[in-house]
């Protein structure tokens, strides 16, 4: 028998300071409270600077440990050689707690208009705990031919669980020529961020060009201004969703070494991988955009949030253009690659 058991303990801290960006509403209380020095800013005091962009300082903090133990011998003798097997468990506990620069709320005044403007801080907040075993047999038939079977399987505290197998196979008739093969399934867990992300917004640019053409009930009803025909951006706001499924994949691979003279060889493989339940955040808003400007914002797709912007001074009573479209990370799409690998 062999055996060996490991145990590891990781806690990293990463620290993150940013300057020199604003308050819009502490702008607005120097200015109206006089202290602001527009015709010599640099006169304006210290302490006024370090109130309307005071440093972000934040915190992340991930923890991780772990223990792992395998075990393995040689079972029999086959015509080919040993027959080997090993199998093995593990138990994981992970952790992050990244709090975002920018919170939701000022923490002095406990106003929500008090918030950096454009920083906009990735930030997430989760732990989960997982089980793992697994195993492995190779199993060398005769001369010509090997197998290999193995399997994983993972249970997260989270709620998620997928079972891995793994069939492989290597046939050489001739020492000149060998035809190798896999199948497999695998998965991919939701990271904190997706499962647990607390919303952040990224930023995209529409309108200008012909969205006035395809939209023109919405740009009369603005006179056709700048407001309605140039361009405006739209808020991308994705949220963690702890409900979400791993993405699960299966994977074929089917190739040939070989080497002609000692020293040279070629390989040729063929691969295909399919996965399933790919997660995705807030990406294709072509159907929200039609919705809300075809049916006077009114938008009615499973799983998102439509937020209007800010209204068009000129018209305060006609539909604003969009701000913001909110959504959880979601198991939505499949996805297919394959190719050839040459050597």
Known sequence: WYYSAHFTVSNVQFDRTDRNYYIRERIADVVARGQFNFFDPEATPEQVWDYISPESRNRSDSDLWQATATIGRSLAELPGGPLQVAAGVA????????????????????????????????????????FSAFGEIGAPIVDMLELQLSGRYDEYSSGQSAFSPKVG???????????RGTWSKGFRIPSFNEAFGLPTTGYVSQGGGTFCDTYAAFCAAHGDNAYASQ???????NIG???????????????AIFEPIRNVSFTVDFWRIKVKGLIVGVTNIGPIL????SNNG?????????IPGTPDPANPDALPHIGFIVGKYANAN??????????
Do not use: C, M, W
């Open 298 to 306: 009114a938008v009615n797709i499973p799983g998102f949030n439509v």
């Open 290 to 293: 039609e919705q809300y400007y």
């Open 91 to 130: 138990y994981r506990h992970e952790s992050v707690d990244a709090p975002s620069g920018n919170p939701a709320v000022d923490p002095i005044t406990g106003n929500q208009l008090d918030r950096y403007l454009s920083l906009n801080a990735v930030s997430t907040t989760g732990s989960r705990n997982v």
């Open 334 to 343: 499949n996805q297919l690659v394959q190719g050839i690998d040459f050597a």
């Open 231 to 237: 361009s405006f951006s739209v808020g991308l706001t």
């Open 241 to 255: 969703n702890p409900d979400l499924d791993p993405e699960r994949s299966e994977s074929i691979t089917i190739g």
């Open 169 to 179: 196979a290597k046939f050489t008739p001739i020492p000149q020529l060998a035809i």
